[in-house]
């Protein structure tokens, strides 16, 4: 257990492994790797935008003077992981730690038992006994770890953001409105392209009457002209077909004379 002591305003680490300490703060190192499923295991390869959940190996125990700030490693953030969630560590706290852990990088990387992940500063709350607040209720170690199990399975997903499935539930949705939408306007749709083939239909038909109608009319047209030429041909050989007959007809008895 870690029991931070301030004196004159510095953090003092008594009863802690030097290997651990530093001049400001506490190194913290993994004591338990929970993966998607809220499984505990000892190492873990963690995928590129995969998370994992991190309990420290450490039990940190504050006065209730004394508040922690978690930090992030900046060799740890170089390798690609990322720790989230990270901040204040209340005054009166006595458990372990836990953040999650992002592969923020291309590449896999392996999380171990035993590696550092996060680093405490420890800070004196000046007049903390004057301070009218509610103490903090810490909970058993077991059921920390089994709270962070749960979260791990039912809250977060395998990856940031747990894109897959935020994607396959925007496709359903999607999915869905495209169907709602197609039932709702399909029969419309469907409506207006038989009324449009209706049209269609009428308009040719329309316009083959009509051009039947023009066609017989261009007929009595020409029937009348020629009607109207033997008309005119009549007229202009009948006055010589009158002429003739009653030429011949004086023609006959001068004949008759002569004989």
């Known amino acids: 257990m870690i029991h931070p002591k301030i004196e004159d305003g510095k953090a ?11 001049k400001v703060g506490q190194i913290l190192h993994i004591g338990k790797i929970i ?13 590129p935008q995969g998370i994992a959940h991190l309990i420290s ?12 700030l978690a930090h992030v490693l900046t060799r740890v953030c170089n390798d690609g992981l990322l720790t989230l969630n990270i901040g204040v560590v209340d005054p009166g ?30 800070h004196q709350i000046q007049n903390a006994h004057d301070i009218e607040s509610k ?9 920390y770890v089994r709270e962070i199990r749960a979260r791990a399975a039912g809250s977060f997903g395998k990856s940031f953001l ?3 499935q935020l994607v396959g539930k925007a496709s359903k949705k999607e999915n869905a409105r495209f169907k709602e939408t197609m039932l709702k306007y399909l029969p419309i749709g469907a409506f207006s392209l038989a009324f ?4 269609v239909t009428i308009g040719i038909a329309t316009i083959a009457r009509l051009s039947s109608n023009g066609t017989q009319a261009e007929a009595i047209k020409r029937l009348e ?19 003739l007959p009653q030429a011949q007809a004086k023609k006959k008895p001068g004949m008759g004379e002569q004989q």
């Open 12 to 22: 003092l680490f008594p009863k802690v492994n030097d290997d651990g300490s530093r």
């Open 35 to 47: 993966n998607h499923k809220g499984e505990c295991v000892d190492s873990l390869t963690l995928e």
């Open 57 to 68: 190996a450490e039990c940190v125990h504050l006065p209730d003077e004394v508040c922690g």
């Open 93 to 122: 706290w006595k458990n372990n730690l836990s953040t999650p852990v992002l592969n923020f990088s291309s590449e896999r990387r392996l999380l171990q038992v035993g590696q550092p992940f996060i680093r405490l500063s420890f």
């Open 135 to 143: 103490r903090y209720i810490n909970s058993p170690p077991q059921d």
């Open 162 to 164: 747990n894109i897959k």
């Open 196 to 199: 449009f083939a209706l049209m």
């Open 225 to 243: 002209e020629k009607v109207n030429d033997l008309e005119r041909q009549k007229r202009a050989i009948s006055p010589a077909e009158t002429v």
